[in-house]
């Protein structure tokens, strides 16, 4: 069992899902490379995940229509008139600790009816609601929910088998993602330098959930962290998805598992460039429990990462609404006077 993370080629790797359900002998590959990219970079990519080629395009161009929209039409649905933090942001609005990132998107999650709030109801269960989507663009609702179930159904199967490459039963984050895991889903545009003030894309972060699925068009952009400090392009490869761990995975493993730092580096002047994100999360009403790792693996633990900008919690809707609210402040003291900015930290820990 080899664990030479400093020595990498600067090449992330490449696995198939396909060998997961494969021959023994390709089963068994697939898991131990599984592992060592988890521990090694917390990011690969994803070949041989059978979704279906014409829905994966079909999503890709009405990503491209639904930003060429008018802009009016964009902010019609913009993400400051929901408590549910869906919709529309618009460039320059998002922020990653601290700076403004030049991107827009669309942010979705599972649909869904309010919470019924009481005095007594954790404010997390206000991320609970419906999504907000575009009258000038009726057909965008059901392309983007049918890849949303793809991508639950992919990122469940991918979830099991990190289960038994980490020497777990199968279903061993069932528990804490069924019967609802989170859905969330980012459709991203990131405008050309000309139109940008800096080179900051998406600023350097992790993700929050168990795994992230990343779909890519043809332009780079995206980087990973490794761990000797440098990045490593990940740019994209047709057919696959990127997939990298989140801070739930960390969580999990005691740090075992690497919730990549990564980022987006602003696309040429003249050119822009979309993705679509899929982090699959745990139920809000879920701690995160540290599994227990075999021998071989228990020596390799590094601990969950200290980062004063960002603390993550066990208790997943916390963590959850954290997110949120740092990332959208403007939302956040519409809808959650007194949590966004400064303060949220000791406020939330209150709750
Ligand atoms: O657009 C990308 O390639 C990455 C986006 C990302 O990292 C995120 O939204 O969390
Ligand atoms: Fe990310």
Redesign the pocket.
């Known amino acids: 069992m080899a664990h030479a993370s400093s020595a990498h080629d600067n090449r992330l790797p490449i696995l198939d899902l396909g060998d997961y359900r494969g021959p023994a002998d390709a089963r068994s590959a697939f898991l131990e490379a599984l592992r060592r990219a988890l521990h090694d970079y917390g990011f690969f990519y994803l070949g041989g995940h059978g979704m279906d080629p014409q829905l994966v395009d079909g999503l890709q161009a009405a990503v491209r229509r639904f930003f060429a929209l008018p802009l009016k039409d964009k902010l019609q649905i913009e993400m400051i008139r929901s408590p549910h933090f869906r919709g529309y942001t618009r460039i320059g609005c998002e922020r990653t600790r601290g700076l403004p990132d030049w991107r827009e998107q669309l942010d979705i999650n599972t649909e869904a009816e309010p919470f019924p709030m009481t005095p007594d109801t954790p404010v997390w269960r206000r991320l609970q609601g419906p999504n907000q989507w575009p009258e000038a663009m009726p057909e965008l609702r059901g392309i983007v929910l049918a890849y949303q179930a793809e991508a639950t159904r992919v990122g469940i199967m991918l979830l099991e088998a990190i289960a038994t490459a980490l020497g777990q039963p199968e279903r061993a984050f069932a528990e804490i993602y069924e019967p609802t895991p989170s859905q969330l889903m ?1 459709l ?1 545009r ?1 405008p050309g330098r000309g139109e940008t003030e800096t080179a900051q894309g ?1 600023g350097a ?1 992790r ?1 929050g959930g168990f795994i ?1 699925l ?1 779909l ?1 068009e043809v332009q780079p ?2 980087r990973v962290r490794a761990h000797d400090g440098g990045w490593i392009a990940a740019p994209p490869i047709p057919g696959t998805v990127v997939v990298n761990a989140g801070e739930l995975l960390e969580l999990a493993t005691d740090g075992y598992v690497h919730a990549a730092i ?1 980022d ?1 580096i602003a696309p040429p002047s003249g050119s822009d460039r979309c ?1 679509v ?1 899929f982090f699959l999360g745990s139920k809000p009403d879920a701690v995160v429990p540290v599994l227990p790792l075999p021998e071989p693996l228990r020596g390799f633990v590094r601990g969950v990462s200290v980062d004063p900008l960002n603390q993550i919690f066990r208790e997943v809707g916390l963590n959850q609404l954290k997110s949120r609210l740092r990332s959208h402040p403007d939302v956040a003291d519409a809808h959650y006077p007194g949590l966004g900015g400064e303060e949220f930290l000791p406020r939330m820990q209150d709750r």
Do not use: E, R, W
């Open positions: 980012k991203i990131y998406v972060h993700d992230t990343l890519q952009g995206l990564h987006v993705s994100a």
